[in-house]
């Protein structure tokens, strides 16, 4: 009898020990979500189950499934794998929520509507004919082109999209930045070999093979084919140190 009371109290601890633990584990969670709007979280989770990330119930509580989702999303778009909606991972899942307070497109200007239907065409989207004018058949293009590359559907030729279709113009107003230090430029080499793109020698030193090896990668990313470790490409290529240094 004394032996099975003590194997019934020794039960009751361990289990006390992973109820603990368990409420532990939900604790940190709930602590990471704290000071998120509801709604919010709520549209992260209608976006993550709109891309196949399925984080449960959407009803505006970040649980375990949700992170685990938000984990998954952050793997596959090679962002930082926290588990937490930082801003990094929010201007990718609701972009529109940062690009919002910007002006809208003046849409009368036919050139830029014209190079985005030469794009869209090159890309295999039909936007009709490439005249610069703004009707169904270029709209229904758009809305290919934001679900295969994984854009808010808008069907408009909003900042979000342009940036994609067009970088170049984006880019091109930049001023070139400073280039990395040796050791970024390393860390962005070895990155680059272990994506598949060969930049030659790991040493830092910017040369014709570590340019090929960039171009190449952007070309595989959309990002502007500068050839150069510019912010945008490096802000892709290492995610994990721009991020860091936006803290």
């Known amino acids: 009898m004394k032996r099975l009371i003590a194997m019934l109290g020794i039960s009751l601890l361990v289990a006390g020990g992973f109820l603990s633990l368990d409420s532990e584990a939900r604790s940190t969670i709930s602590g990471r979500a704290q000071g998120l709007d509801q709604e919010l979280i709520r549209d992260v989770q209608r976006q993550l189950k709109g ?14 499934q949700t992170a685990a989702a938000l984990r998954a999303y952050q793997q596959a778009y090679r962002l930082p794998v926290t588990g937490r909606l930082d801003e ?3 201007r990718s899942i609701l972009p529109e929520r940062f690009e919002a307070s910007r002006p809208p497109l003046d849409l009368s200007n036919r050139e830029v509507l014209q190079q985005a239907q030469r794009q869209l065409k090159a890309l295999g989207f039909d936007p009709g004919t490439m005249d610069g004018s ?24 909003d900042d979000v999209t342009l940036r994609s279709l067009l970088p170049e113009r984006f880019e091109a107003s930049r001023t070139s930045a400073e280039p990395p230090n ?8 070895r990155q ?6 060969d930049p030659g020698t ?5 040369g014709p093979q570590t340019e090929a090896a960039l171009r190449a990668y ?10 150069r470790p510019d912010e945008a490409t490096l802000r892709s290529l290492l995610p994990e140190k721009r991020e860091g240094a936006l803290r």
């Open 51 to 64: 891309l196949g990330f399925n984080p449960g119930v959407v009803d505006g509580n970040y649980g375990e």
């Open 88 to 90: 990094t991972t929010l």
């Open 134 to 157: 703004f009707g169904p058949q270029t709209e229904a293009a758009l809305r290919g082109y934001q679900q295969a590359y994984r854009l808010p559907q808008t069907g408009r030729l």
């Open 182 to 189: 040796r050791e970024v430029l390393r860390q962005a080499q």
């Open 192 to 197: 680059l070999k272990a994506l598949g793109f």
């Open 202 to 206: 790991m040493d830092g030193s910017f």
């Open 218 to 227: 952007q070309q595989a990313y959309r990002l502007p084919q500068t050839g």
